[in-house]
C-alpha cells in the first residue's frame, strides 16, 4: 500500500510537534499543552504508523522500545577516559581545593560553576547528525556498557537533537524518588529484594535486559557535559549548559555561576537543607572551575580532574533503639514489618519509625528487637533500617517473627505461594483491602460505575463513606457534594445515575467483582449459569460447587471459604438487597450444557467471541485447549495444532456449519 501524500505530511508534522512539547516538558519546564493533549498527539502518530508501517523511522517518538529482550549488554571503548571526581565532605577542605586551584593558575579568583550532584548513574550519549546512535555506562571509565535500548526506552532523552550535530554528551540517568519509593513498595509486597538507594535502582534498571521495563520504571536524566567542547567554541562550563538547551538536552536547572568559594559554600549550605524538596536524589554539589581554558591548565591526576570536586552532603545516618516492631498492612494484604524507634535526630526531622520492608529483609540482617540499629534516608526518603550494631547487643534482645493473625481484622496471616516472601493477610474480606475490591467492584469488566474510579473511591473511603461492597449503593448526591473539590452538582448527580444503572448487572459481573480468588470472567460465567442467582450461589455446598464443569476441588474450596467467611457474607447480606440482575445472556437455554467446547481457526459468519457467547449463552463451557474432556472442536478456516490433537483424541469436530446446525437445534 502506498502512502497518500496527505498521511505523509500529517506524519511529519505529529513528530515535529510531539518532539517540539517533549523539549517544552523536559527541558523548558515549560509544556504548552496538557498531558491529555500530548497523549493525543502521541496516539494519533501511532495509529498512522501502525496503518502505514513503511513510514516508520528508528528516531520516532513512538519508537523508543525494543520489542524484545536484547542478549547481553557488549562492552564499549570510551573515546576518551571517562573521570570520577574528588570527594570532599567539609568546608576547610574545599577551601583547601579553591587555593590549590588559584596556586596552579596564578589566579587571585577563579569563577566556579556549581551544580547539584545528581545520585544516579553516570551515562554518555553519542549523536550523529543529531540523531542518538549509542549510550554507554561509565564502567571503569575506560570500558562500559552498550545500554542504547534502555537509554531510548528514557523519555527525557530525545532520539533526535534540535540540531543535525555530531556531539557526545555525559550525564546522569536517575530513578525520581517518587518512583523508587513506588518501585520498593512494590517490590516489598512481591516479597523480592528492595534497592537500597536510587542509585541502585536507576543502575539495576539501566542493566535491564528488557527495555519495556526500562520504560515502566520512568528513568529520567540530566546531561551536564559535552565531550571535546571547544569544538563547539564553548568557552565555559555555563556555555555548556546553555548549549545543552539549546539541542534539546535535558540539565538540572539549579546550577549556578560562583564567584568566590564563599558563594560556592553558601550554594552548598542552601542546598544541603533544601535537597529533600526535590524529586531527585541529590548526594552534593560538584564544583567545577567555570573556564574551559582553566580547566585544561588544570588538567587530570591519574583518576580524576583537578578543576572540579564533589563537595558531599552529610551522610543522612543515625543510630538508635529499635524499641519494637508493629506491623502494618497494605492494600493488597500485605503485612509490613516497621521499626518503632526511640526518637532520633536525622537530617532535621525527629524519626520515630522505619520501614523493615519484610520478614525477609529482617532475617537477612538479623534485625532483632532491642538493638542499637542504624537508619538512614535513602536518597532521603524514608527512612531504613540499614543495619544492626550486634557489637551493642546485650544478650537481652529478641528476635522478630511474623504475627499470627493480621493486625487489622485478626484474620489468618500466610504466604500465598510457597516460594513468596512476602506475608499476606488471607482474608480476602481483609478491610485493609477495602480500596482494592471496590475499585475492582466498580470496574469495567464487572459493574461498570463509570466515575468511580481508584481516586475518587480513595476520598470516598478517607470520608468513612466507603467502607464495603454494599456502601456504593447507600451513597447520596448530597454526601458527595460534601467532600467538595472537583465534584461539583453535575458529577454527583452522573456518579448517582451510574451507580444505579449497574444494580441491574447480570450475576457473572457481580461474581466478577467480588474478587473471588482464581475467579475471572469465564468462571463468573460457568458459575452464573450453573446457580442462576446469587442466592443459589451463596447457598452452595462444596460438593456443588465442584460439580460446576471446569471447577475443581481446589477452587471449589477457594470459593465456598470466601463467600462463607464473616466479612463477605454480612457484605453480601446486604448487597443482595440492593441489586437486581438482569437475566444473564439467554440463559433459560441449557441445550448445551456441561457440555465443553474449543475453538481454532478463523470463521466467515461468525468471529471467535460469537461462537463462544453462543456456547456460553447455552450453558456450554469454553475452554482454550483440547483435552479428552473436550466434546467439540469448532474449526474455521486455517486451524492452528489444536485441531490436529481433536483428531488425535478422536473428538468430534464441527464445521462452521455444524456449529451453527447444532445451535440450531438440528443436531444430526
Ligand atoms: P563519584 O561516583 O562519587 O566519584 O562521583 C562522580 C560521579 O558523579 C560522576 O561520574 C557522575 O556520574 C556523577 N555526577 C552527578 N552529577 C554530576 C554533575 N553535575 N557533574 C559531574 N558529575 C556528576
Ligand atoms: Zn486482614
Known sequence: MSVPESVEKRIEELREQIDYHSYRYYVLDSPEISDEEFDKLYKELEQLEDQYPQTITPD?????????????LKEVNHSSRLYSLDNTYSEAEIRVFDDRVRRILGHDR????????????????????????????RGDGVTGEDVTENARAIRSIPLKLREPVD????????????????????????????????????????????????????????????????????????????????????????????????????????????????????????????R??????????SRSPRWA?????????????????????????????????????????????????????????????????????????????????????????????????????????????????????????????????LALFASRNSMDIEGLGEKTIERLVEAGMLSNLADIYKLKKEELLALGKGIGEKTAENLITMINRSRSRPLHRIIVGLGIPGVGVKIARDLANYFGSLSVLRDA??????????????????????????????????????????????????????????????????????????????????????????DYVVAGSSPGSKLDKAKKLGIRILSEKDFLALIDGDDT
Open 167 to 290: 556531539i557526545e554528551v555525559r550525564g546522569e540517568v536517575f530513578l525520581p524518588k517518587s518512583e523508587f519509593e513506588k518501585i520498593n513498595q512494590d517490590r516489598s509486597e512481591k516479597g523480592l529484594a528492595v534497592f537500597a538507594n536510587p542509585r541502585n535502582a536507576a543502575a539495576g534498571t539501566m542493566r535491564q535486559l528488557d527495555s519495556r521495563e526500562v520504560v515502566r520504571r520512568r528513568l529520567d536524566a540530566f546531561f551536564y557535559q559535552i565531550a571535546n567542547p571547544g569544538d563547539y567554541g564553548l568557552n565555559t562550563q555555563a556555555e555548556t549548559i546553555s548549549m545543552l538547551r539549546q539541542i534539546g538536552l535535558r540539565y538540572e536547572p539549579n546550577g549556578r555561576l560562583c564567584h568566590s568559594v564563599e558563594e560556592v559554600i553558601s550554594y552548598w549550605k542552601r542546598w544541603r537543607d533544601r535537597r529533600h524538596d526535590l524529586d531527585y536524589a541529590v548526594d552534593g554539589i560538584v564544583v567545577k572551575v567555570d
Open 110 to 137: 577563579v569563577d566556579y560553576y556549581a551544580e547539584l550532584k545528581i545520585d544516579g548513574l553516570s551515562i554518555v550519549l553519542l549523536y550523529q547528525k543529531g540523531r542518538l546512535v549509542l549510550a554507554a555506562t
Open 541 to 630: 455446598t462444596q460438593d456443588e460447587l465442584e460439580s460446576v464443569p471446569g471447577i475443581g476441588v481446589e477452587l471449589a474450596e477457594k470459593i465456598y471459604s470466601f463467600l462463607n467467611s464473616k466479612i463477605v457474607k454480612e457484605e453480601l447480606d446486604i448487597l443482595e438487597h440492593e441489586l437486581e440482575p438482569e437475566e444473564e445472556m439467554k440463559t433459560v437455554d441449557k441445550t448445551l450444557k456441561g457440555q465443553s467446547f474449543v475453538i481454532t481457526g478463523s470463521f466467515e459468519t461468525l468471529t471467535r467471541k460469537g461462537v463462544e457467547e453462543l456456547v456460553i449463552s447455552r450453558g456450554g463451557i469454553f475452554s482454550s485447549s483440547v483435552s479428552k474432556n473436550t
Open 60 to 72: 520516532s517518538p513512538t519508537q523508543r522500545v525494543g520489542k524484545r529482550p536484547t542478549g547481553q
Open 292 to 301: 574551559i581554558d582553566l580547566q585544561d591548565e588544570l588538567g587530570y591526576t
Open 309 to 437: 570536586i564533589a563537595f558531599k552532603f552529610p551522610a543522612e545516618q543515625a543510630e538508635t533503639t529499635l524499641n519494637d516492631v508493629s506491623f502494618q498492612v497494605g492494600r493488597l494484604g500485605t503485612i509490613t514489618p516497621v521499626a518503632e524507634l526511640e526518637p532520633v535526630q536525622l537530617a532535621g526531622t525527629t524519626v520515630k519509625r522505619a520501614s523493615l520492608h519484610n520478614f525477609e529483609y529482617i532475617r537477612e540482617r538479623d534485625i532483632r528487637k532491642g538493638d542499637t540499629v542504624v537508619i538512614e534516608k535513602a536518597g532521603d526518603i524514608i527512612p531504613q533500617v540499614v543495619s544492626v550494631l550486634s557489637e551493642k547487643r546485650t544478650g537481652l534482645e529478641k528476635s522478630i517473627s511474623a504475627p499470627s493473625s493480621c493486625p487489622i481484622c485478626e484474620g489468618p496471616v500466610g504466604k500465598e505461594k510457597k516460594e513468596d516472601v512476602a506475608m499476606k493477610c488471607l482474608n480476602p474480606g481483609c478491610p485493609a483491602k477495602t480500596e482494592k475490591r
